[in-house]
């Protein structure tokens, strides 16, 4: 083998060990989570990681525990926009940033508000739905932290 194609060589093997590299890295910061800490209470999360299962979301579902929420989780951080089509209940819906900081608390968004959307003013990259009363309780506000547990 020649000086070039060594080169090519390890310029290909390099590009697809990065690729696998960042790709396991995404995937361990959402896969594998199945709480969030906010507000010092421990959240069990459903995830929401395609758009099949963010349209769908908490829709349909008779009820959720104060313990329990849907993290949705996109792939940028952007203005997210959701609604209450098919719910039953109302809940606190809760912008985190890239860097898990709440940067916007929508509380008791009601069934009947629908079509009407909420959206946050800053860019989030994850969405947390919790039981309505929630966020008044744990008088949770924009600039809290929050963590993804195993």
């Not at 949705?72 to 951080?77: A, D, E, I, M, Q």
Request: hydrophobic share 45%.
């Amino acid at each position: 083998m020649n000086f070039r194609k060594i080169f090519y060589f390890i310029i290909v093997f390099a590009f697809i060990f990065g690729l696998i590299f960042f790709a396991s890295k995404k995937n361990t910061q959402t896969n594998g989570i199945q709480y969030v800490k906010i507000a010092g209470q421990i959240i069990k999360v459903d995830l929401a990681l395609t758009p099949e299962s963010q349209v769908q979301g908490l829709s349909g579902r008779a009820s959720l525990k104060e313990d329990e929420g849907m993290l949705f989780v996109f792939g940028k951080p952007d203005q997210y926009s959701f609604w209450m089509k098919d719910m039953n209940f109302p809940i606190d819906i809760i912008w985190l940033s890239q860097d898990l900081k709440v940067v916007y608390v929508e509380k008791d968004a009601k069934p009947e508000s629908y079509p009407n959307s909420f959206s946050p003013a800053k860019k989030a990259q994850y969405v947390l739905e919790v039981t309505s009363g929630f966020a008044e309780k744990n008088n949770l506000k924009e600039g809290d932290s929050v963590q993804f547990l195993p």
